[in-house]
C-alpha cells in the first residue's frame, strides 16, 4: 500500500526502460518500493533496468516484453503486469513513448500511423486495460509521462507532440473520471530532457536530466496536484507560450 | 451497500471499500459474504488502520446498546459504543471509563483494537487492562474470551488492529469517582531534562500525568515542557455533569500550508507564555482535562488538503536519550511539528502487539509538505529501533515492513491465533497489507 507521503510498495512500469523510468524506478526502490514489474520493448534493457532497481532496495523484479506497435499488446501487458504483482498495485507509471524523426515521417503513412500508436493509441488503450482494475482494488495511482511539447505543438514535432497533446488532454477527463474511486491519476510534463531519445537533438531552454525529473515526479507523488511540471518554471514558461500570437510562436521554433 | 471513500484521522492515504454498518446479529453472515472485510469504528486512528481498498468495511455505528451499569462498576456494552456515551451515561451515576484517549469519539471496538491508553498508564495499564470479557465474531464463529478463557484470542484482540475478528460487545470494568472535576498541578520547565526527571521521580503520586513538549526549539531551552498531572476531585455530594457539546466547528479543509513552520512555531511561543510558571490545586472539568482539542470539531482538517502525519513510539526506561535525541533531530531537521505529548508508560499487556512498554512515550503531530519529512521519520524508526522500542500503529502511516517486524517481533503469534479463528484470512486492513503482516 501507498504510505502517508505517496511512497509506493508495488510498482509496474509501462516503458520500463526510458531513461526517466528508470531513474524514477531506482528513487522509489530508494524509498518504499519492493516489488517491481518493468514492461517494454527491449529485454536486456529491461533486465538492466531491474538490476538497478533490485541495487535500490527492490526484492522482486519482473520484466516483461510487449510491441508498443501492436495496440492488442497492452491488454495482455497489463494483464501479466497485475498478476506478476499478485497484490493491489500502488503505482502504474505509463512511460512508453516514440519521437520519431519528424521530416522522414510526416510524408510516410505508415511512420506517422506508427507515431501515433505508440505515443497515444497504444497507452491509451493500456488505460482502458488499467482502469477497471484500479477500480476494485479502490486504490492505487496512475502516472502518465506526457510531454510540454503537447500544451502548444510545433512544427517541428508535430507528430509527436500531437499524439501527446492527444493523450495529455484524454488524461485531464480519465482523471476526471477516478474521481471518489479511490484511485488518482496524475499527469507529468517534463520540459526538454537529455535522454537517449533526444541524444542529437538541439536542447530547448531550462533542459533537464532524467534525474531531475524522476526528482519531481517523486515530490509530485506526495502532493494532490493533478499535473507535475518539471522543471517547474514549465508551468509559467507554457501559461505564456500557448497563448503567444502564431508569427512569433512559429518565429521562435524556427530553427528547431 | 455503498462504496465510499475512508480516512484515517491524518488524512493522508484514504481508499474506497464497500461500507455497511451492520447490527451484532448481522455481523457473521458477513463475514463469509466477502473476500476480504475489516471493523471500523469512528475512524480516529490516524493511519489506514481502519481502512481497506477494495474491500468490505463494517463500521460498528449500529452496534450501540449498552446495559446498565452494575453496582461493582462492571458494563456490557457493544462495539459501537463510544467513551463519550460511556462518559454522558456512567459519569452522573458516579463511573468513570478506566481509560480514555485524547478524544471521547472513539468506539469501544477501536479503544479494544488499538489497546488505548490514557494520561494514567503509568498507574492503571490500558483500555485493555480493564475488559474483563468480549465476544468476537470471527469467520470460524463467535467466541467470548477473556482473561482466563481462551487468553491467547482475548490478548490478541487487545491491541490486534481488528485482525483477529470483529468485537461485537465487551464487559468493562468502570472507575468509581465522586465528582466530574479533576484538581490539577501545572509547572512549566525550561528544557527537556529538567521534565523527565520531574516525571520520573514524582508521576507515580498522580493519577494522571503528561507532558507538552515544544519540539522547535533549540539549544538551552531545547524540549521546553509544560507538566499536567491531576486527579479526580474527591467530593462525594456533586452535581456530576457531562462534558459539552463541540462549540466550533471547522467545516472545510484549509488551504495547505496554514499550518506551516511560522505559525506553529507562533502557536507553541504562545502556548508557553499563557501556561503559568506553577499553579496548584486547580479545578478542571473532565472534558478541559483529558479532550481539550474536542472542542474544535474537524480540527484535522487544518492541516490542509495533504493532511499530517502522528508519529508516535514508545521506549524502555533505560532509553531517556533516545527521547532526547528524537527531539533533537525533529529540531535540528527544521520539520515543523506541533506541541509533542510527552507521558510515562507502566507495562503492557500479554497481547503479541501490545504497545506500551515501561519507560517513556512520545506523540508528535506533524503536517506532510516538508521534502525532508519522510527521511527524518525513518531515521526516527531506526533510533526507537535501536532503542527497543516501537511505533503505534494506531497512530502509523509510513512504517516499512522491515522495521515492523523488528520492533514487533511477536508478530508471528498474532498470525498464528488469527489462523485458528481465521484460516482463509478474511480479515485484513491497508495497515496489514502495508506492513506486509498479511498480503492480501
Ligand atoms: C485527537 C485524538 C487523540 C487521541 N489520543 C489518543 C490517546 O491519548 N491514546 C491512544 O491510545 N490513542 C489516542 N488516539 C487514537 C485513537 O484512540 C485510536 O486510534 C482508536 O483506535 C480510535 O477508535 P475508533 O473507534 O475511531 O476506531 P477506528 O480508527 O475506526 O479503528 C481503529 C482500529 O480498530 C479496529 N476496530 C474498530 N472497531 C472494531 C471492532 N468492533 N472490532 C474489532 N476491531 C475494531 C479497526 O479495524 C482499526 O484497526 C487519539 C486519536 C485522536 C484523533
Redesign the pocket.
Given at each position: 500500500m501507498e504510505n502517508a507521503f505517496g511512497q509506493p510498495q508495488t510498482v509496474v512500469v509501462l516503458g520500463g526502460s526510458s531513461d526517466i523510468a528508470r531513474e524514477v524506478t531506482k528513487k522509489l526502490c530508494g524509498a518504499r518500493a519492493r516489488t517491481v514489474v518493468l514492461a517494454g520493448r527491449n529485454e536486456s534493457l529491461l533486465s538492466e533496468a531491474a538490476k538497478e532497481a533490485s541495487n535500490a532496495g527492490a526484492t522482486a523484479t519482473h520484466t516483461i516484453t510487449f510491441d508498443a506497435q501492436d495496440v492488442t499488446s497492452a491488454e495482455t501487458a497489463v494483464a501479466q503486469s497485475f498478476a506478476a504483482v499478485g497484490a493491489p498495485v500502488d503505482l502504474v507509471i505509463i512511460a512508453v513513448g516514440l519521437l520519431g524523426e519528424q521530416m522522414l515521417d510526416e510524408n510516410d503513412p505508415a511512420a506517422a500511423a506508427r507515431m501515433s500508436i505508440v505515443n497515444y493509441a497504444w497507452p491509451v488503450t493500456a488505460l482502458a486495460a488499467l482502469r477497471q482494475r484500479m477500480i476494485a482494488q479502490g486504490s492505487g495511482r496512475i502516472v502518465v509521462i506526457s510531454s510540454v511539447a503537447g500544451i502548444r505543438v510545433r512544427r517541428g514535432s508535430y507528430l509527436y507532440s500531437g499524439a501527446k497533446a492527444g493523450l495529455d488532454r484524454l488524461c485531464e477527463g480519465l482523471a476526471d473520471s477516478l474521481i471518489g474511486t479511490g484511485v488518482t491519476l496524475q499527469i507529468v510534463r517534463p520540459g526538454f530532457v537529455h535522454t537517449k531519445m533526444t541524444a542529437g537533438l538541439k536542447p530547448a531552454p531550462f533542459s533537464v536530466d532524467a534525474e531531475r525529473v524522476a526528482k519531481d515526479i517523486l515530490r509530485g507523488l506526495g502532493t494532490p496536484a493533478r499535473i507535475i511540471y518539471s522543471p517547474s518554471i514549465m508551468k509559467w514558461l507554457f501559461a505564456l507560450l500557448r497563448h503567444l500570437p502564431a508569427p512569433l510562436w512559429r518565429k521562435i521554433n524556427e530553427d528547431r | 451497500m455503498s462504496r465510499e471513500k475512508l480516512y484515517?484521522?491524518g488524512r493522508t492515504s484514504p481508499s474506497v471499500a464497500e461500507v455497511l454498518e451492520p447490527t451484532a446479529e448481522e455481523v457473521s453472515s458477513l463475514l463469509g459474504s466477502s473476500t476480504h472485510v475489516?471493523?471500523?469504528?469512528?475512524?480516529?486512528?490516524?493511519g489506514d488502520?481502519?481502512q481497506l481498498a477494495g474491500g468490505l468495511v463494517?463500521r460498528?455505528s449500529a452496534?450501540t446498546v449498552m446495559d446498565t451499569i452494575d453496582s461493582d462498576g462492571t458494563v456490557w456494552v457493544d462495539?459501537?459504543v463510544?467513551i463519550d456515551d460511556l462518559i454522558r451515561v456512567g459519569l452522573p451515576q458516579g463511573w468513570f471509563v478506566p481509560v480514555?484517549?485524547?478524544?471521547r469519539?472513539?468506539?469501544?471496538?477501536?479503544?479494544?483494537?488499538?489497546?488505548?491508553?490514557?494520561?494514567n498508564h503509568h498507574v492503571d495499564g490500558?483500555?485493555g487492562h480493564h475488559v474483563r470479557s468480549l465476544v468476537?465474531a470471527t469467520p470460524s464463529g463467535t467466541i467470548t474470551c477473556s482473561p482466563t478463557d481462551r487468553a491467547e484470542l482475548f490478548w490478541a484482540?487487545i491491541g490486534?488492529?481488528?485482525?483477529?475478528?470483529?468485537?461485537?460487545r465487551a464487559q468493562l470494568q468502570l472507575l468509581a469517582v465522586t465528582s466530574d472535576k479533576v484538581i490539577v498541578d501545572t509547572t512549566r520547565f525550561t528544557n527537556l531534562e529538567s521534565v523527565m526527571h520531574e516525571m520520573q521521580s514524582g508521576d507515580h503520586r498522580y493519577r494522571y500525568s503528561v507532558a507538552w513538549v515544544d519540539c522547535m526549539t533549540t539549544g538551552a531551552t531545547m524540549g521546553r515542557a509544560i507538566l499536567t498531572r491531576g486527579d479526580h476531585a474527591d467530593r462525594s455530594n456533586d452535581e456530576r455533569q457531562s462534558p459539552r457539546e463541540a462549540k466550533i466547528g471547522v467545516p472545510f479543509s484549509a488551504p495547505s500550508g496554514l499550518l506551516n513552520g511560522l505559525s506553529i512555531r507562533a502557536f507553541n511561543e504562545l502556548w508557553f507564555r499563557m501556561a503559568p510558571k506553577q499553579r496548584r490545586g486547580e479545578e478542571q472539568s473532565i472534558g478541559a482535562f483529558f479532550h481539550p482539542?474536542?472542542g474544535v470539531r474537524d480540527w484535522?482538517r487544518l492541516y490542509g488538503r495533504r493532511g499530517f502525519v502522528q508519529y508516535q513510539f514508545a521506549v524502555p526506561d533505560t532509553a531517556s536519550e533516545t527521547v532526547v535525541d528524537a527531539i533533537k533531530l525533529l529540531a535540528e531537521s527544521r520539520v515543523p511539528s506541533f506541541l509533542a505529548?510527552l507521558k510515562r508508560f507502566g507495562a503492557g499487556t500479554p497481547g503479541p502487539l501490545s504497545f506500551p512498554m515501561p519507560g517513556w512515550t512520545l506523540?508528535l503531530d506533524l503536517p506532510v509538505g516538508p521534502a525532508a519529512l519522510p527521511r527524518v521519520l525513518d531515521q526516527l524508526d531506526s533510533l526507537v529501533l535501536e532503542a527497543g522500542g516501537r511505533v503505534?500503529l494506531?497512530?502509523d502511516a509510513r512504517l516499512d515492513p522491515a522495521t515492523f517486524r523488528a520492533m514487533y517481533p511477536r508478530f508471528e503469534e498474532l498470525l498464528q491465533i488469527k489462523r485458528t479463528v481465521d484460516p482463509d484470512t478474511v480479515i485484513t486492513?491497508d495497515?496489514a497489507r502495508r506492513l506486509e503482516l498479511i498480503r492480501k
Open positions: - | 484515517g484521522w475489516l471493523s471500523r469504528g469512528l475512524g480516529r486512528s490516524y488502520a481502519a463494517l460498528n452496534m462495539a459501537g463510544t480514555t484517549p485524547g478524544t469519539q472513539v468506539s469501544v471496538g477501536g479503544a479494544i483494537a488499538a489497546d488505548v491508553h490514557g494520561k490500558s483500555f468476537l484482540t490486534g488492529m481488528g485482525l483477529t475478528g470483529v468485537v461485537l482539542l474536542d484535522n505529548v506523540a503505534y494506531a497512530k486492513s495497515l
